[in-house]
């Protein structure tokens, strides 16, 4: 099984899930990185590790659809067979969320469907609340939307600062999404309707 990292900027969820292939808690192979941000660190680590990189800016092409119809060449080519969102800042057109249905992932820093968005851990934090954490859900064409594999809580203690906050999540994220990923590579998850029932 071949696995696409989409990833925009920092690429620690990207290092976590080679550490889980490494250490063979993912046998899949992290065959390609497709990457929207010629700044993004995340190109480097992908780099390092031997990991192909599919750079691809938007403004390269004239349309959303050209633009998302070279990445869908390009995951052809690699034989993918799971699109893995780690980060990735850009939504997906519903023709292309519909034409990988159930093969996209996507990790978001808060319980969904509470604090959507790009700022989910920030959100929560000004937000007051007593809980926040990790989601990891099947991708619709909905932004941070679609059934929902695992989720996993965090405890927002007084002490608590935005940037330890912060810290706490990601450490969680480093757990559950490759977690998440030996479920769907094992064939572990079933979808029915906007729930998934894992064997
Ligand atoms: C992660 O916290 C991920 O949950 C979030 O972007 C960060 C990427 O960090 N995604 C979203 O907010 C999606 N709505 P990383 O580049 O270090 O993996």
Redesign the pocket.
């Known amino acids: 099984m071949n696995i696409a990292v989409f ?10 899930i080679l550490r889980a292939k490494k250490s063979g808690r993912i046998s899949a192979d992290i065959s390609l990185l497709v990457c929207d941000n010629p700044k ?3 190109i480097g680590k992908a780099k390092r590790a031997g990991v192909e990189v599919f750079l691809v800016k938007r403004e390269g092409f004239s349309s959303g659809k050209d633009f998302e119809e070279a990445i869908i060449l390009r995951l052809q080519q690699a034989k993918i067979d799971l699109i893995v ?5 850009r939504l997906l057109s519903p023709e292309f969320t519909q034409k990988f249905k159930y093969k996209i992932l ?5 319980l969904l469907p509470s604090f ?6 920030e959100d929560a934090f000004n937000y007051g609340v007593k809980l926040c954490g ?1 989601t990891v859900h099947f991708v619709d064409e909905e ?2 939307h679609g059934p929902i594999i695992l989720q996993v809580a965090v405890k927002i203690e007084e002490a608590d600062s935005l940037e330890s906050l ?1 810290s706490k ?2 450490k969680l ?1 480093h757990k559950v ?1 490759p977690q998440a990923i030996r479920l769907f590579t094992e064939g572990r998850l079933r979808v029915q309707g906007r729930k998934v029932r894992i064997l």
């Open positions: 990833a925009s900027g920092r690429g620690s969820n990207f290092s976590a993004a660190p995340v969102l780690a980060g990735y800042m996507n990790i978001h820093p808060a959507k968005g790009t700022q989910g851990i990790v932004m941070d912060e999540v990601h994220e999404y």
